[in-house]
């Protein structure tokens, strides 16, 4: 079974991306071939300084190779170092009906949150189809929020094979568990767009001041506090023990405690969940080399997957 994920590097990984996409992903490296890309052309759509691009590539592999991304069993890689995938999206575009473009959600999603009507942000959903259609894919967690997305890439793959011939393999979606979505810091889904998040590995202080500063009401310390909604228990659940979690919860339902002393408790538990991953992190963030050794590798073993794919791709439509 091959597994394909891909995460943008518009900043640096949060929690959300942690129990979302990263922890599952190395869940996943037991069980398939497992090929993880790092979005650097996705993010063009977005991430305008080119220092911070680098950067934040860089970060996003550091971060999941800390995280405990096995570079023997997965392969980890830079998008933009695929140099047949824009080809690749080219080609699929040539193909893919403007309605079913008009017809994504995130496009219209995106340009309410602000975002200029770029082609790149409309043709989105295509450079995805690329990315899976390109490594023969079988396998593609995805969140509800972007199922809409693989089935756009298989309907385009279907068209290309009805056109020329069975080209592509039809991935199927493998629904993440939305259970991990994890609350911000507002208590809205933490996210880099809506800037509620916390990052993965945050210096002292810095953790700290976000997580002191999650939004909470104004109930007072003697009163039982709402558990429904609450975006201290939303992160708590997912770094504490189910007994510490338990005792949190009854906590809350109980009075006689204040916020600020449930987000100490907060603290503390995302500081223990993460510092074994924080010491991996230091290990790698003082060899840079080793991890531009294993992007390179990644690249060049995603490169010899697609190098197949491609001839067959090229030969039937008439380019080669």
Known sequence: MRILSGIQPTGLPHLGNYFGMMRAAIELQEKGEAFYFIADL????????????????????????????????????????????????????????MGLLERCHSYKDKLAKGLHASLGLFSYPVLMAADILAYDSDVVPVGKDHKQHLEVTRDIAVKINELYGEIFKLPEAMIRDESAAIPGTDGA????????????????????????????????VESPKPIEGSAILGIYKHVASPADYATMEADFLAGGKGYGDFKKSLLSAVRDYFAPMRERREQFSSDPAEVDRILKQGGERASEIAAPVMERLRKAVGLR
């Open 42 to 97: 996705h993010a063009l759509t977005t991430v305008r300084d080119p220092e911070a691009l680098r950067r934040n590539s860089r970060e996003v592999a550091i971060d999941f190779l800390a995280c405990g991304l096995d570079p023997a069993k997965a392969c980890l890689f830079r998008q933009s170092d695929i140099t047949c995938i824009p080809e690749l999206a080219w080609i699929l575009s040539t193909v893919t009906p």
């Open 189 to 220: 889904k933490m996210s880099k767009s809506y800037g509620n998040t916390v990052e993965l590995f945050l210096e002292e202080r810095a953790l700290k001041k976000k997580i002191m500063g999650i939004q909470t009401d104004s109930t007072p």
